[in-house]
């Protein structure tokens, strides 16, 4: 509506999400995203990163989850791309 103050966004950005590997930066984050989407104030998104499933390649690498349309798993393969770049962390001698 024309007049009223537009709320702040906030994204915040995990390395795993909870449900897949919980730790207690995910858990944190989950609850703050929690309280400042549930306040007046603010809108919040979460974008959690998940490794892909053996043999499953979805259509898209984005998926919202079903339970808060504010939260998104992305697939990113990590570890096998580290795999394929030896050189990726040199060794120190």
Same mark, same amino acid.
């Given at each position: 509506? &024309?007049?009223?103050?537009? @709320?702040?966004?906030?994204? *915040?950005?995990?390395?795993?999400?909870?449900? $897949?590997? %919980?730790?207690?930066?995910?858990?944190?984050?989950?609850? &703050?995203?929690?309280?400042? @989407?549930?306040?007046?104030? *603010?809108?919040?998104?979460?974008?959690?990163? $998940?490794? %892909?499933?053996?043999?499953?390649?979805?259509?898209?690498?984005?998926?919202?989850?079903?339970?808060?349309?504010?939260?998104?798993?992305?697939?990113?393969?990590?570890?096998?791309?580290?795999?394929?770049?030896?050189?990726?962390?040199?060794?120190?001698?």
């Amino acid at each position: 509506m &024309a007049g009223e103050p537009s @709320r702040k966004k906030v994204l *915040f950005i995990l390395h795993n999400h909870p449900s $897949v590997q %919980p730790g207690g930066s995910e858990v944190y984050t989950l609850n &703050a995203h929690a309280r400042l @989407r549930d306040s007046a104030e *603010f809108e919040s998104v979460v974008v959690a990163r $998940v490794e %892909p499933r053996d043999g499953e390649r979805a259509d898209s690498r984005f998926t919202q989850l079903p339970d808060d349309p504010d939260q998104y798993l992305v697939e990113i393969e990590i570890f096998n791309a580290l795999k394929r770049k030896p050189n990726f962390f040199p060794r120190s001698t």
